[in-house]
């Protein structure tokens, strides 16, 4: 066992069985890999961007009221379908060549061959993203580029202080905008136009 290991040791971390360290809490101010990643404590809940370490607080009851809604009128329209859906946790590796890994709030696969293992490598056909104060600047602008860049087909930003959803549909590599309210009944494209009602999304 080389002993340089054992000085990089802190407390929680631990060395496996083939001399690797395993590190029970990541450090923020450094660089990781998806094999990094890959190696913590299931219990930590973050995402990388380009190596950064992003921090996952936990999420409202809001949140989690909204996203359990969206979960059950999509899981009741797909029964029987080929698509299936995935609420959180369900990791996302976009690119092969980047070390980025996202924990979308809800994903939509149409493709059942690419499912298996931990992580989910290329683009769902479907991601939502709900919004909370420490999410927003990540999900409007750093995911929504890597979300268009990949061939998300469609992206909803769903903004649950204003009771609306930025619905982003992929139309020549880029996408396009449109907004929906609390009381409008919204379309998923990706699911042949199968719609939401938002009134029942966004009631309290």
Known sequence: MDIEKYKELRYGDTITEDGKVKEALPDYNRLYTIEDYISWDESIRCELYEGALVVAFSPTHRHQGILTE??????NFLKGKP???????????????EETLFEPDLVIVCDESKLGGHIFYGAP???????SPSTARMDKKLKYGKYEKAGVKEYWIVDSDNNRVEANILENDKYVVTIY????????????????????????
């Open 70 to 75: 969206l979960v059950t009128q999509i899981h």
């Open 181 to 204: 309210n609390e009381t409008d009944i919204a379309p998923i494209h990706t699911l042949g136009g199968f719609e939401i009602d938002l009134a029942d999304v966004f009631a309290e």
């Open 83 to 97: 698509c299936k859906v995935f609420p959180a946790p369900f990791s996302v590796r976009l690119f092969d060549n």
């Open 125 to 131: 056909d479907m991601v939502i993203e709900i919004l």
